[in-house]
C-alpha cells in the first residue's frame, strides 16, 4: 500500500467517524422537530413517520398561546445573561492571578478549584434548600444566580488561565512601562486580546446555565419564576389535553435561543481554538 493510499484510507475513516458522530447528535434534534409537526394520528403510525405528510405548524402556535414557555425563556435570558456576567467578574482576575503570579500553594489551590468542579449540582441540592430556607432565599432569582456562578466559576477560572497563559508577558510589561495600573492593563491591554477566549468561555457557561436543572428546580417552586429547563418539564400540567407534539413543540422552542447565539458566535469559537495570541 502506497503513502498516499494509506493517508487517504486514515482520512476517509477519520471523515466518515465524524459524520457518524454527527449524526448520532443531530438525529435525536431531528426527530423531536420530525413530532413537532405531526398531527395525533401521525404520532402513534406503525410504522413510525419519519416526516410529517401534513407538517402542522399550528402546534407551535398553540404552544406559545397556551403555555408559559415564553415567559421561562425570559427568565433564562435574565438568569444566563446575569451568571455570565458576574462569573466573569470574578473568573477573569482570577485567571490573571492564576496566569501571571508566582505566590505560595499555586498548584494547590489550582487542584482545590478542579477538584470543586468535579462536584455535581445534585449532591449539594438538599443542602443548598435547607440553607437558602432558612435565610428565606427560596423563589429568589439573584439567589439562583449566586450558586450559578459558584456551579460554573471553576470551569470558567481554569479556561481563561489557561488562554492568558498563551499571551506573551511582555504585553503586560509594556503597558506597564506606558503607566497602566494591572487594572487598566487588564481592561485596555489584556481583554481586548483575549475576546475569543472570554467570548467562547461565555458560550459555554450560557449552554451550562439554560440546560441547569437541578438547582432551579430545587430552589424555585413558583411557575412565573421558572428557567426553561424547569419549564418545560411543566408543561405538561400547563395544557389540558398535551400530547407528545405539543411538548417537542416546547422543546424546539427552547433549544432555538442556544442555537442561534452559536451560529452568531460562531466565528468567535473558532477564534479561540485557533488563537494563539503572538506567541510562538
Keep these: 500500500m502506497t503513502p498516499v493510499l494509506k493517508n487517504k484510507l486514515i482520512n476517509g475513516g477519520l471523515y466518515l467517524s465524524y ?13 423531536v422537530f420530525s413530532l413537532s409537526l405531526k398531527s395525533v394520528p401521525e404520532l402513534f403510525a ?62 494547590f489551590s489550582l487542584m482545590a478549584i478542579l477538584v470543586f468542579q468535579m462536584i455535581s449540582p445534585v449532591v449539594i441540592g438538599i443542602p443548598l434548600y435547607r440553607f437558602f430556607s432558612e435565610l428565606g432565599l427560596l423563589n429568589n432569582h439573584m439567589a ?4 450559578l456562578v459558584a456551579v460554573e466559576l471553576p470551569f470558567t477560572t481554569w479556561f481563561l488561565k489557561g488562554y492568558f497563559d498563551t499571551i506573551p508577558y511582555e504585553l503586560d510589561e509594556a503597558a506597564i512601562v506606558d503607566g497602566c495600573t494591572r487594572l487598566q492593563m487588564i481592561w485596555k491591554v489584556l481583554l481586548p486580546v483575549s475576546l475569543p477566549g472570554i467570548t467562547s468561555v461565555s458560550i459555554l457557561v ?14 424555585l417552586d413558583q411557575d412565573s419564576l421558572f428557567p426553561v429547563s424547569v419549564g418545560l418539564v411543566k408543561t405538561q400540567a400547563s395544557i ?21 447565539l452559536f ?14 495570541a503572538v506567541k510562538g
Design 144 to 147: 439562583l444566580i449566586v450558586v
Design 206 to 219: 450560557a449552554v451550562q446555565s439554560w440546560s441547569q436543572f437541578v438547582i432551579p428546580f430545587i430552589l
Design 263 to 276: 451560529v452568531i458566535l460562531q466565528r468567535f469559537i473558532v477564534g479561540a481554538l485557533t488563537n494563539g
Design 19 to 31: 459524520a457518524l458522530i454527527i449524526l448520532f447528535f443531530i438525529f435525536p434534534v431531528f426527530w
Design 46 to 107: 406503525d410504522p413510525p413517520l419519519l416526516f410529517s405528510k401534513e407538517p402542522v405548524f399550528a402546534n407551535y402556535v398553540y404552544v406559545l398561546q397556551n403555555t408559559g414557555i415564553l415567559g421561562n425563556i425570559t427568565n433564562s435570558l435574565k438568569l444566563v445573561f446575569l451568571t455570565i456576567l458576574f462569573t466573569l467578574m470574578i473568573a477573569i482576575p482570577a485567571a490573571y492571578a492564576f496566569s501571571r503570579f508566582q505566590f505560595r500553594q499555586k498548584r
Design 240 to 260: 389540558e389535553a398535551i400530547t407528545t407534539h405539543y411538548l417537542a413543540a416546547a422543546c424546539i422552542v427552547a433549544i432555538l435561543p442556544v442555537i442561534a
